[in-house]
């Protein structure tokens, strides 16, 4: 369900099927504070910095000093990319080679200025269609007819 979304917003981070939620939206941020031990303040920390950064990478916005949701934007756009948080396993799996061979990589960094990356960067447009490029490389990359 939570998928369904090809634009992520922030609310939309914690849509899903009530399953799903339990467990990709509740277990493992719960997991460690309790596997640890922590106290409670440490825990609702936790919690707090977790919901405020799943927000972010769902927000579709780039704001300065922030982390970069680009690459989870991507995800939400082709699907079969950057599964990871970080990014490492992606890597070492080849899931993010698309998003490495995209506008939206180049882009997928700290901001530290307020002029937007969408100005700075601009994506590629052929036909007026703001993705054609990448849909080209994704029918080359998977070999898709």
């Known amino acids: 369900m939570h998928h369904e979304w090809t634009a992520p917003i922030?609310?939309?981070?914690?849509?899903a099927h009530p399953i799903e939620h339990v467990f990709s939206n509740m277990v493992p941020p719960v997991a460690g504070p309790l596997l640890t031990g922590s106290h409670i303040a440490t825990a609702i920390m936790w919690f707090t910095l977790a919901l405020i950064s799943t927000s972010i990478s769902h927000c579709g916005y780039h704001f300065p000093l922030l982390p970069s949701p680009e690459a989870h934007d991507f995800h939400h756009l082709k699907f079969v990319n950057n599964f990871g948080v970080l990014g490492v396993l992606d890597r070492l799996h080849g899931t993010d080679a698309l998003f490495r061979a995209s506008k939206a990589y180049?882009?997928?960094f700290l901001l530290l200025g307020l002029v937007?990356?969408?100005q700075q960067i601009p994506d590629d447009a052929k036909n007026g269609?703001?993705?054609?490029?990448?849909?080209?490389?994704d029918d080359t990359l998977f070999k898709r007819n």
């Not at 269609?129 to 490389?137: S, Y």
């Open 10 to 15: 922030g609310i939309t981070s914690i849509y």
């Open 106 to 108: 180049q882009r997928h």
């Open 116 to 118: 937007p990356l969408s």
């Open 129 to 137: 269609k703001k993705f054609d490029l990448l849909q080209q490389e």
